[in-house]
């Protein structure tokens, strides 16, 4: 499992180029505007959806160990930012994530600790590159980048505590019928730009 995370990432650093921003929300600036961001952006809100649904369905060690790599390659991808790396494929790699974390949701079954990780880092990675705010200087992107990993960590955190609270049955097939559509939805949009 350890090489298939491997060339992962290693797929993931060989996409990265030059920075590049784009506006993340008008208006609105710095820590607010990366605080909206994941929440008003259907790609992140999607991935983040599906990534605390399918933690929800692991034990509360699996899912807290998890969570904590989450935050922390959050930061890392805020480092690597702020050397002037950006991914640009990050809104297709999330709707891919969740396209796969939705329907792990949907298979309702304990996941490896490695998958989990594996697939939690890649949507922290991804999210951080596609959140780099129009005007690239440091201290107003990293402020906004701070609130975009806020923002994402409560989401996934919250997502998974509240789910994973759910024991009565309907309530568990509920959740699974949430992973299911929010794969569903993540499918349509990515079969949608890729057919452009």
Sequence with gaps: MGSIAGAMLMILLCGMSPAQGHPVVEGVIGFRSGLLHPLLTPAHLLALLALGLMLSQQTGKHRNAVSILFAAVLLAATGAIAAA????????????????????????????????????????????????PQEIYAQPTLVSLAGTAVAAGLTVILIAAYAGKVRQEWGRIAVRILGSWTAAAALLVLASRMSR
């Design 85 to 132: 790396f950006v991914f640009t494929e990050g809104s297709n790699v999330l709707l891919a994530s969740a396209v796969v974390a939705g329907s792990l949701t949907a298979l309702s079954r304990p996941l490896p600790l490695a998958l989990t990780a594996c697939l939690a880092a890649i949507v922290a990675g991804a999210m951080q590159f596609d959140s780099v």
